[in-house]
């Protein structure tokens, strides 16, 4: 039916050269963790081989879950456009920002405006925000949502914010009418617990109410550098959560080497079953390789309606422009949330 793959926190941009007033406040400390150890650990061969790995298998979408640059900077988010563009068309890529794309107030047009025909929601799709962004894909609906926001030195917290959070639950509820497999895509995971205090999403407890109250078959996101797998209950059954380790990292660890997730929906009557398997990084070799078998989710088989059936296809179809967003003032959630 449909296949697709998720990735996350390449960190794939290389800040220098800076210039002095860039690394005020909060860059400076993290320029300083990317000189002594982040670009020895985030590595650009371990990134090319996953790409290699990816473009073998064939998915027919890709997302991405975050955290593309290290500071923030805007010549950061034109090296990740420039991947991007590299990686696949924008159809057949969702991208949502991490924490590390909104290190500080900036502006949008020179910062995550830069992706939008990555993110950008289906024609009619959309409201007046960028996000949560819409995207049909056969029987699978992404919707993405930002969780990128500044926070203070030492804190990496994440925040979705009220306006999209009742968005969310009228994306959720059409999509459910219409048959529609839900899958969320945010940047910080959304389970209490699963990350420390100063790296947590601070409305995880709004967040978790939605998606229980409207239902979701699958949430991914990124931001641990750890895969990892828990689940949801919720008003149309149990949804896992699952995250994935950074696409870049060479270590420490083989719990932190890079990986990415295939997906892969199958038919069982008039239900769909989601199956996933991992690829992980080999450094001996410097290639991915399978990560066990292919196993069936803790999501429960989802019915499609009669829309979600005459709408599977092999690829995304191109689509047209992007309706108008309004442009709230950028920097809190609810800014970074809208363009």
């Known amino acids: 039916m449909l296949t697709f793959a998720q990735l996350s926190d390449p960190h794939l941009s290389c800040p220098a050269p800076v210039r002095a007033g860039d690394l005020l406040g909060k860059r400076a400390l993290s320029y300083l963790s990317w000189r002594l150890v982040r670009r020895r650990r985030h590595r650009p061969e371990v990134l090319e081989a996953l790409v290699e790995d990816l473009r073998a298998a064939q998915p027919d979408h890709v997302v991405?879950?975050?955290?593309?640059?290290?500071?923030?900077?805007?010549?950061?988010?034109?090296?990740?456009?420039?991947?991007?563009?590299?990686?696949?068309?924008?159809?057949?890529?969702?991208?949502?920002?991490?924490?590390?794309?909104?290190?500080?107030?900036?502006?949008?047009?020179?910062?995550?405006?830069?992706?939008?025909?990555?993110?950008?929601?289906?024609?009619?799709?959309?409201?007046?925000?960028?996000?949560?962004?819409?995207?049909?894909?056969?029987?699978?609906?992404?919707?993405?949502l930002s969780t990128a926001r500044p926070s203070a030195p030492l804190l990496a917290v994440g925040e979705v914010g009220p306006r999209q959070l009742d968005a969310l639950a009228r994306v959720l509820a059409d999509a459910r009418r219409r048959g529609l497999v839900r899958v969320v895509l945010l940047h910080h995971p959304p389970l209490a617990g699963a990350t420390g205090w100063r790296k947590r999403l601070v409305d995880g407890a709004r967040l978790r109410a939605v998606l229980a109250a409207e239902g979701v078959e699958l949430v991914l996101h990124g931001h641990t550098h750890r895969a990892s797998m828990g689940s949801l209950a919720t008003s149309t059954g149990r949804a896992a959560v699952i995250g994935v380790s950074s696409a870049s990292a060479s270590g420490p660890g083989p719990e932190r080497l890079a990986r990415y997730h295939l997906y892969r929906l199958e038919r069982d009557g008039e239900r769909c079953q989601i199956w996933l398997s991992a690829r992980v990084y080999e450094p001996l070799t410097g290639r991915f390789v399978p990560d066990g078998a292919a196993h069936p989710l803790l999501t429960p088989v989802s019915p499609l309606s009669r829309s979600g059936e005459t709408a599977t296809s092999s690829r995304p179809a191109p689509r047209g422009p992007a309706p108008a967003r309004s442009r709230p003032g950028s920097g809190s959630a609810e800014g970074r949330a809208g363009r």
């Open 64 to 144: 991405v879950t975050g955290d593309l640059t290290h500071l923030g900077l805007p010549h950061e988010f034109e090296q990740a456009r420039r991947w991007l563009d590299a990686l696949g068309p924008a159809p057949a890529l969702s991208v949502v920002p991490g924490n590390h794309d909104a290190y500080v107030r900036s502006g949008w047009e020179q910062t995550v405006g830069t992706w939008a025909p990555f993110f950008d929601s289906d024609p009619g799709a959309g409201g007046a925000l960028a996000f949560p962004s819409v995207r049909v894909r056969g029987p699978v609906v992404f919707v993405g």
